[in-house]
């Protein structure tokens, strides 16, 4: 198994940036394929992004392409999610997720979850 916590959230401007961060625990980090989620209040939850478990691959969901970056340092056992350009609609729940593959046709099945980080977005 694998321990996920995610860190990094809080209130921010409009057109600011925001790091999250995900610290991994358990089974050796690079084994997983990991993934970012958010859920925004009322609504049910979204796939932001995914990284391979080496990082040569990524994916994103439309609305972040071009303003998200998702990145790993295996070495530190961490998962990043680099955020520009904030918008109020970024406002959610972030969670980070491991599984061990990757797939970018498939974005709902992960195997481990964190409990999540907020992130508001004020204009």
């Known amino acids: 198994q694998v321990q996920l916590v995610e860190s990094g959230g809080g209130l921010v401007q409009v057109g600011t940036s925001l790091r999250l961060s995900c610290a991994a625990s358990?089974?050796?980090?690079?084994?997983?394929?990991m993934g970012w989620f958010r859920q925004a209040p009322g609504k049910e939850r979204e796939f932001v992004a995914t990284?391979?478990?080496?990082?040569?691959?990524?994916f994103y969901v439309d609305s972040v392409k071009g303003r998200f970056r998702i990145s790993r340092d295996n070495a530190k056992n961490t998962l990043y999610l680099q955020m520009n350009n904030l918008k109020p609609e970024d406002t959610a729940v972030y969670y980070c997720?491991?599984?061990?593959?990757?797939?970018?046709?498939?974005?709902?099945?992960?195997?481990?979850w964190g409990r999540g980080t907020q992130v508001t977005v004020s204009s």
């Open positions: 990284i391979s478990r080496g990082a040569a691959s990524t």
């Open positions: 358990g089974r050796l980090f690079s084994d997983y394929s």
């Open positions: 997720a491991a599984r061990s593959y990757y797939d970018i046709h498939e974005n709902s099945k992960y195997d481990y």
